[in-house]
C-alpha cells in the first residue's frame, strides 16, 4: 500500500502504518528530524497542495494529522487525485497527546494554527465521510472519505 502522509511532522503516520510511505512536510526542520530519526520511509520538504496536484502518481491512501490547519481546498484536490483516503485528525487537541509536537503547549499550538474546523466538517459531509474515534481517545479521529470513481 502507498500512504502519502500531508503535514508529516514528526513522522508519526509512518509508525502507524506498514507501507511504502511517503511523508511531506513545509518544515524543513520536521523534514530533517524524519530522516534522521526514520530509515524507512521517502520525507520530501514542500508545499503539500503543490505536490498533490502536480504528482502524476495515485496514491491508495492519504493520512493527514492536524487537518484542523490545513486549506480545506487541498482535501478537493486530493479527492479528485484518489481512489480512497484515511485522514487521522487531531480535532484542535494534539496538545493531549503524548506523540505530537504540541504536547502539553496548548497555547503554542492555537498561536501557530488557524482553525479550519467547521470547514473542514463541512468537507467531510460534502464527500460523505464517516469519522471514527481512533484508539478510544478523544483528540484522535480516523475519518474516511470514499472515491466513488
Same mark, same amino acid.
Not at 7 to 26: A, F, P, S
Not at 46 to 57: G, L, P, Q, V
Not at 94 to 121: E, G
Given at each position: 500500500?502507498?500512504?502519502?502522509?500531508?503535514?508529516?511532522? /514528526?513522522?508519526?503516520?509512518?509508525?502507524?502504518?506498514?507501507?511504502?510511505? #511517503?511523508?511531506?512536510? +513545509? &518544515?524543513?526542520?520536521?523534514?530533517?528530524?524524519?530522516?534522521?530519526?526514520?530509515?524507512?520511509?521517502?520525507?520530501?520538504?514542500?508545499?503539500?497542495?503543490? @505536490?498533490?496536484?502536480? &504528482?502524476?502518481?495515485? /496514491?491508495?491512501?492519504?493520512?493527514?494529522?492536524?487537518?484542523?490547519?490545513?486549506?480545506?481546498?487541498? #482535501?478537493?484536490? #486530493?479527492?479528485?487525485? !484518489?481512489?480512497?483516503?484515511? #485522514?487521522?485528525? $487531531?480535532?484542535?487537541?494534539?496538545?493531549?497527546?503524548? $506523540?505530537?509536537?504540541?504536547?502539553?503547549?496548548? !497555547?503554542?499550538?492555537?498561536?501557530? $494554527?488557524?482553525?479550519? +474546523?467547521?470547514?473542514?466538517?463541512?468537507?467531510?459531509?460534502? @464527500?460523505?465521510?464517516?469519522? @471514527?474515534?481512533?484508539?478510544?481517545?478523544?483528540?484522535?479521529?480516523?475519518?474516511?472519505?470514499?472515491?466513488?470513481?
Amino acid at each position: 500500500m502507498n500512504v502519502l502522509d500531508i503535514g508529516c511532522g /514528526t513522522g508519526l503516520g509512518l509508525t502507524l502504518i506498514d507501507c511504502n510511505y #511517503i511523508g511531506v512536510d +513545509k &518544515s524543513l526542520n520536521m523534514i530533517k528530524y524524519c530522516r534522521e530519526k526514520y530509515r524507512v520511509g521517502n520525507f520530501i520538504n514542500c508545499n503539500a497542495y503543490n @505536490y498533490i496536484k502536480n &504528482s502524476k502518481d495515485k /496514491t491508495n491512501v492519504i493520512s493527514l494529522f492536524s487537518l484542523n490547519y490545513m486549506n480545506p481546498n487541498i #482535501i478537493n484536490e #486530493i479527492y479528485k487525485k !484518489l481512489d480512497k483516503v484515511f #485522514i487521522a485528525v $487531531h480535532y484542535n487537541k494534539p496538545y493531549k497527546s503524548s $506523540h505530537s509536537l504540541y504536547t502539553n503547549k496548548k !497555547l503554542f499550538f492555537y498561536l501557530l $494554527h488557524a482553525i479550519n +474546523k467547521y470547514k473542514i466538517k463541512k468537507l467531510f459531509k460534502k @464527500y460523505n465521510a464517516v469519522t @471514527y474515534k481512533l484508539l478510544d481517545l478523544d483528540y484522535y479521529y480516523i475519518t474516511i472519505l470514499e472515491n466513488g470513481d
